[in-house]
């Protein structure tokens, strides 16, 4: 995070405060973590050569070979990192989005010249066989999984919208149990925000309107808990409903 802030100066992917990333520098850490996790460790790497197909975290069928064209039947073993408008400022300056988000597709022994890279009979990319010899990243291209990784972003953004107020709740309530109010009192409650809040005004008083904020979210969304747990379970079920791998035709033709 901080190479790629020192690197980046202008891009704003941290707050003037310098400890509050930008949504595209909370990417970068979600990244990083996934990263370390081994989120990324099962890349779909497909080879062919020869006439020949070998696939790891992939399946390939139907394989046809000819100087005008090779086609087959592709899926991969799960759907791409969606490519939103952060993943791609990110992808502008740093190469951390190819290394994590990978689908790499291989072919060997094609005559010199540039190739069209085509998804179901839709151009998605140009290569020169060099190039594909070589080896190209098609998880960001758009591809009938891209695609259909990027109908999680509205259901992502749903799905942060729901949350935040659960963990301004949460924090709202261990502050009044740190004041000693009693949790199954409301009023008691209420009582012991606000002299925290009264004491947050004092020098130095800069994160007072955001502890504000929270604590005005906390009551407006306190007796709200069972339709934001049940938005939450629905998003959820919705986004592993869309996580399902395509199985689509992928060609490549010479230019």
């Known amino acids: 995070m901080t190479k790629i802030v020192k690197a980046n100066p202008t891009m704003g992917l941290c707050g003037p405060d310098r400890l509050h990333p930008s949504r595209t520098g909370h990417l970068i850490i979600a990244l990083e973590l996934l990263k370390a996790f081994g989120a990324f460790d099962n890349v779909p790497f497909l080879t062919i050569a020869d006439g020949k197909a070998l696939a790891v975290n992939a399946t390939v069928k139907d394989l046809t070979c000819s100087k005008e064209r090779i086609s087959f039947r592709y899926s991969p073993r799960t759907i791409p990192f969606p490519a939103d408008k952060s993943y791609c400022e990110l992808a502008a300056c740093s190469t951390l989005p190819d290394v994590v988000n990978r689908e790499m597709v291989k072919v060997v022994g094609l005559p010199q010249g540039e190739y069209t890279l085509k998804a179901d009979g839709r151009e998605i990319a140009s290569f020169t066989a060099a190039q594909l010899a070589k080896g190209v990243n098609i998880a960001s291209l758009a591809t009938p999984n891209q695609l259909q990784a990027q109908k999680l972003i509205p259901l992502m953004e749903a799905f942060h919208g729901n949350t935040m107020p659960l963990r301004k709740i949460a924090a709202c309530k261990m502050i009044a149990k ?62 592993y409903s869309i996580s399902k791998v395509k199985e689509f035709t992928l060609s490549i033709e010479p230019k």
């Open 178 to 239: 740190q004041e000693k109010a009693d949790l199954n009192d409301l009023a008691s409650i209420d009582k012991a925000l606000d002299a925290w809040l009264e004491r947050c005004k004092k020098p130095p008083a800069h994160a007072y309107e955001g502890r504000k904020q929270a604590v005005d979210i906390y009551r407006q969304k306190r007796d709200q808990l069972p339709e934001l747990e049940k938005k939450i379970a629905d998003l959820t079920a919705q986004m």
